[in-house]
């Protein structure tokens, strides 16, 4: 009995291991067009992935958009809950999910209007309490240039 005791105090960790091991978020950003014209709705596909080991929990992706656009929408899987800016002002978009499991991704799609001619940037960042040891992949950001008349 005594030695069964042991056993499991010593395999509990390795076990543990699995629950609250280490997680590699990754999240990566795109445009669905670029040039965009002023004024012309277009998205931003935001991409997250965890590669593992363990599932991510309490995840958490900010995103901020910069002043040359405006947020109108965003599509999320039903398990992710999103506070985002009213429609048609700028500001930055929280998205949380209890849970990413290892190896799996998913795809935030946000409606934004061009509303100054320049450069319109969109960056995202993903967080999770469980450790990640490859913080290079946390943060991502994608340049969109807008232009006032697609002959331009
Ligand atoms: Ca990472
Ligand atoms: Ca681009």
Do not use: R
């Amino acid at each position: 009995m005594k030695n069964h005791l042991v056993l499991a105090l010593l395999l509990l960790p390795a076990l543990c291991g699995l629950c609250y091991g280490e997680a590699d978020l990754a999240v990566s950003v795109a445009d669905s067009q670029d040039p965009v014209v002023l004024g012309t709705n277009f998205n931003y596909v935001v991409t997250i992935s965890n590669n593992g080991p363990s599932v991510a929990t309490s995840v958490i992706l900010n995103d901020v958009l910069n002043a040359n656009g405006t947020f109108q929408a965003i599509a999320a899987p039903e398990d992710w809950k999103c506070t985002s800016p009213q429609p048609g002002t700028q500001g930055s978009l929280t998205c949380t999910a209890e849970h990413l499991d290892s190896g799996k991704s998913v795809t935030l799609t946000l409606t934004i209007k061009p509303t100054s001619a320049g450069m319109l940037t969109d960056t995202a960042n993903i967080t999770s309490p469980v450790p990640d040891t490859n913080q290079a992949n946390n943060t991502d950001y994608e340049d969109t240039t807008v232009i006032v008349s697609p002959t331009q």
